[in-house]
């Protein structure tokens, strides 16, 4: 049912690192813009960062220099590698993808929580 899964969440302690992974699952998604989000308790879903098929890669303002989205064609993967994580980065991380960027968000994992105590 579900087209893509993230894995990798957990604990980990502020200035600490983790690395999500989203796979695919029953269909290729190697073609697609893939992006990550994430939504705290009581607040709004946001965009972290996305890459396009190619690779090209943006980020939110909030995890620039710190995180880093890449994606490997031949796994179908996407990471979103979090380096000095601080409390504020507490949240469920989101997978996503779409046709292209000039497209809406269609696709989307379960969700991944990573929790950064202080």
């Given amino acids: ?3 893509l899964v993230e894995s990798g969440g957990g604990l980990v302690q502020a200035g600490g690192s983790l690395r999500l992974s989203c796979a695919a699952s029953a269909r290729p998604f ?3 813009a893939m992006g990550w989000f994430r939504q705290a308790p009581g607040k709004e879903r946001e965009l972290v960062a996305s890459i396009e098929r190619r690779g090209r890669a943006d980020y939110a303002d909030f995890v ?3 995180f880093t989205v890449s994606r490997d064609s031949a796994d179908d993967t996407v990471y979103l590698q979090m380096n ?3 409390p504020e980065d507490t949240a ?3 997978c996503a993808a779409r ?3 000039y497209d809406s968000w269609t ?3 379960q969700g991944t929580q990573v929790t950064v105590s202080s």
């Fill in 1 to 3: 049912q579900a087209h």
């Fill in 99 to 101: 046709v292209s960027p």
């Fill in 30 to 32: 190697s073609s697609y």
């Fill in 84 to 86: 000095s994580l601080k």
């Fill in 64 to 66: 620039r220099g710190r």
């Fill in 107 to 109: 696709y989307w994992g």
């Fill in 92 to 94: 469920v991380y989101y």
